[in-house]
Nanobody, 125 residues
Framework: QVQLVESGGGLVQTGGSLRLSCAAS????????MGWFRRAPGKERESVAA????????SYKAPVKGRFTISRDNANNTVYLEMNSLKPEDTAVYYC??????????????????WGQGTQVTVSS
């Protein structure tokens, strides 16, 4: 079975940093595009970052561009989201997702086949 397991969430002050990890199993990881989504209080789930199967292409939603970095380690079936200069607006449950499709940019939500359980990120002050 396919599993995506996020870790690394927590409570951080404004301006702080966190690194989220997503460990994947049960799929041929190197053939899947990967993405990070988030759901903030009172808002719908939105895509924040995506990375191609090879890692050669990355995309970011404008509010996080320059602050967040998505990367992947195909040898270890892991995708990361490095978050710097965190703001209260970044508070959300963050989800890892995998897509068997190829697309430019962030890609549509329904293109993602598998989802993790989510990890809470809370930015205070």
């Amino acid at each position: 079975q396919v599993q995506l397991v996020e870790s690394g969430g927590g409570l951080v002050q404004t301006g702080g940093s966190l690194r989220l990890s997503c460990a994947a199993s049960g799929l041929t990881f190197g053939t899947y595009s990967m993405g990070w989504f988030r759901r903030a209080p009172g808002k719908e789930r939105e895509s924040v970052a995506a990375i191609s199967w090879s890692g050669r292409s990355t995309s970011y939603k404008a509010p996080v561009k320059g602050r967040f970095t998505i990367s992947r380690d195909n040898a270890n079936n892991t995708v990361y989201l490095e978050m710097n200069s965190l703001k209260p607006e970044d508070t959300a449950v963050y989800y890892c997702a995998a897509s068997s499709r190829v697309f430019a940019g962030l890609g549509p939500r329904d293109a993602y086949n598998y989802w993790g359980q989510g990890t809470q990120v809370t930015v205070s002050s």
